[in-house]
Every structure is written in structure tokens, then in C-alpha cells.
């Protein structure tokens, strides 16, 4: 089955400060989708890739997927603290499959 | 709906009772799924309905949990006979169809006492 390894588990970050947040599979992924979760709340959906190579930006958050599709990074450029919370990566091997999750990166963003 | 929603969105029950969380999905999505998280903890996928096909239910961990739906609506997840274990936030989502982006709900997050 599809496992979703995530590194760094958590993370604090001086305000302004760039950032990277890396998922990797054990196997060939046929979508990658990130979310961010806050406390209390859903996942919000922020990107998904799919092609080898594949690189998408939404405000200052770009996601990139590598050649292989097998590993993903989440760069993002001058945190805020409306940053903070977890991102997950979700990736199902086929598009005929439920989504697995990594276990998540917690961000904290000090002032 | 403009968004999937789920309630209760806090549920206390004691250990022993059995408890139903409700999921409304967004209008027109045929894919449903439950997710679990615990405290800390990835989501570990419960079951999925696509359409009319038969549900899977690979990922329910006990057969005191079991899920319905209605048609392309409302999906309840039930748990009967509550443990501490079960206490997690139950998240569900829905998509337009298998291998496009889910949107979730909210969650409900449980604790058994």
C-alpha cells in the first residue's frame, strides 16, 4: 500500500522567514494534493500536482513535484503567522483510490 | 450545499454507548469518504461510497463501526459500543468523482469518557 513519509514532523519559523516541508512516497504517485488543517477545523485544499516536474504557486506557497513523482516539497516565501497550523500531503497511486495521508507538519510562526 | 458539513460537530458520549455522525456532502459529488484522526496523528481512511457502487469498506477498523448512504446524499457513521480508542476527530469529504480533489467538512470531534 501507499505510505507518505513527512519532513520535517514540525516546525518553527521566525516571521518572515522561507520554509520547506517535504513528502515523500514509496511509491509512483498519480496525485499529490496538500491541505492545511488549523485546530477545530477541515482541511483546506491548496494545491495538487500531477505531472513529473509539475510546479504550482498560490500567493507565497509553491508546491513542486519531482520528476519521478515520488517526492513533493512545499516552499513558502516570507511565513506569517496566518501560515501557521499543519499541512498535510495526500496522494492516491492511481485515481482510483481513496487518498492517504502523510502524518502531517505542524508550522509555528513566531513573531 | 456550499460545503460539506458535518454534525454534531462536538459529541461526549460514555464508553459502551453508540453514537451516529452525520455528513452532508456537497451537491452533485458522487465520491464520499470518512477519514479518522487521533491526537496527533495522520488520517487513517475509514470507508468510501462511490455512486451506487458497493462501498469500501477496507479501512473500518472493527465491526462496530459501519456507515450508510443514502443515494448521492447524507452518509451516517455509526459506532456502536464506544471505547476510549474511538476518541478522534471523524472527518468526512467528498469529491465530484474518484481521482478529483476532495473537499472536507469541519470534522466532529469525539471523546469517549
Known amino acids: 500500500s501507499q505510505e507518505l513519509e513527512q519532513s520535517p514532523q514540525s516546525l518553527i519559523v521566525q516571521e518572515g522567514k522561507n520554509l520547506t516541508i517535504n513528502c515523500t512516497s514509496s511509491?509512483?504517485?498519480?496525485?499529490l494534493y496538500w491541505y492545511k488543517q488549523k485546530y477545530g477545523e477541515g482541511l483546506i485544499f491548496l494545491m495538487m500536482?500531477?505531472?513529473?516536474?509539475e510546479e504550482k504557486s498560490h500567493e507565497k506557497i509553491t508546491a513542486k513535484l519531482d520528476e519521478k513523482k515520488q517526492q513533493s516539497s512545499l516552499h513558502i516565501t516570507a511565513s506569517q503567522p496566518s501560515h501557521a497550523g499543519i499541512y498535510l500531503c495526500?496522494?492516491?497511486?492511481?485515481?482510483?483510490?481513496?487518498?492517504?495521508f502523510g502524518k502531517g507538519t505542524r508550522l509555528s510562526v513566531i513573531a | 450545499g456550499a460545503g460539506v458539513s458535518q454534525s454534531p460537530s462536538n459529541k461526549v458520549t460514555e464508553k459502551g454507548k453508540d453514537v451516529e455522525l452525520r455528513c452532508d456532502p456537497i451537491?452533485?459529488?458522487?465520491?464520499l469518504y470518512w477519514y479518522r484522526q487521533r491526537l496527533g496523528q495522520g488520517l487513517e481512511f475509514l470507508i468510501y461510497?462511490?455512486?451506487?457502487?458497493?462501498?469500501?469498506k477496507s479501512g473500518l477498523p472493527s465491526d462496530r463501526f459501519s456507515a450508510e448512504r443514502t443515494g448521492e446524499s447524507v452518509s451516517t457513521l455509526t459506532i456502536q459500543r464506544t471505547q476510549q480508542e474511538d476518541s478522534a476527530v471523524y472527518l468526512c469529504?467528498?469529491?465530484?468523482?474518484?481521482?478529483?480533489?476532495?473537499?472536507f467538512g469541519s470534522g466532529t470531534r469525539l471523546t469517549v469518557v
Open positions: 469529504a467528498s469529491s465530484l468523482e474518484m481521482g478529483y480533489g476532495y473537499t
Open positions: 511509491k509512483t504517485l498519480y496525485g
Open positions: 500536482l500531477q505531472k513529473g516536474g
Open positions: 495526500g496522494a492516491d497511486g492511481s485515481g482510483n483510490t481513496p487518498l492517504v
Open positions: 451537491s452533485g459529488h458522487t465520491a
Open positions: 461510497f462511490q455512486g451506487n457502487s458497493a462501498p469500501d
